[in-house]
């Protein structure tokens, strides 16, 4: 069992450049959540998934964030037109049941925006 | 809005020592309280408390939650240098985001 696998570990981009961050659930898992760390500060939940369906984005800011969870395929969260404030350690988890605890991070991708 | 303060923020303390952590929390519907160990990458799973009163125990590591005055504690007790990481403090419940709602952590040092 291979765990939550999240890709890119690292990821340098350009101001105004799009951001793409994957996350490959465990097997068996099928809730997917993003979270963000900035430095010095706790983990903050941005966006809840299921396979095709957005179930809570409520802390995904509003203007130039997304993320899907298709069919197929990992989970995707896309940040359009980065900016240094994006700079940040973005982890994945997923649980086999929402809201049961059992939740596996990944490994995280540390973004960083120059 | 739910919020986790964890306490204290950092500690530094010597191999062989105990350490308790300290947790307190206010949410809505409140359902579980999880605790983590986040080293350089992803953190790792500790416990899941969801009874009040009720220890749960892992070799030197041990947790107990109170939902009377909403809050809990970890401890570890003959600390290891192996023992030095972040520790998070995290709870779920059935108001607001269907996530986990974090604390900063606290950052503990063991020194040889």
């Known amino acids: 069992n291979a765990g939550v696998m999240q890709n890119p570990r690292h990821l340098v981009r350009r101001r105004g450049q799009e951001a793409r961050l994957r996350c490959s659930p465990m097997k068996g898992h099928s809730h997917v959540y993003w979270y963000r760390q900035l430095p010095e500060e706790g983990l903050k939940f941005m966006v809840y998934?299921?396979?095709?369906?957005?179930?809570?984005e409520s802390g995904m800011p509003k203007e130039r964030f997304s993320a899907e969870f298709p069919k197929e395929g990992p989970s995707i969260l896309r940040i359009q037109q980065v900016v240094r404030g994006d700079s940040a350690a973005y982890f994945c988890?997923?649980?086999?049941?929402?809201?049961?605890?059992?939740?596996?991070f990944g490994s995280g991708t540390r973004l960083t925006v120059v | 809005e739910d919020k986790v303060v964890q306490s204290p923020l950092s500690l530094v303390v010597h191999e062989g020592d105990t350490v308790t952590l300290n947790c307190s929390y206010e949410v809505t519907n409140f359902r579980s309280l999880l605790w983590y160990k986040q080293e350089k990458k992803a953190p790792t799973f500790l416990f899941m408390l969801?009874?009040?009163?009720i220890e749960k125990k892992s070799g030197r590591l041990s947790s107990i939650l109170d939902k009377k005055e909403l809050f809990s504690i970890l401890n570890i007790t003959a600390t290891q240098t192996g023992d030095s990481a972040v520790y998070l403090c995290a709870v779920t419940s059935g108001g607001g985001a269907d996530g986990l709602t974090f604390g900063k952590g606290t950052h503990l040092i063991i020194q040889p």
């Open positions: 998934l299921q396979k095709e369906n957005i179930i809570d």
């Open positions: 988890a997923s649980s086999p049941v929402s809201g049961e605890g059992g939740y596996t």
């Open positions: 969801t009874s009040s009163g």
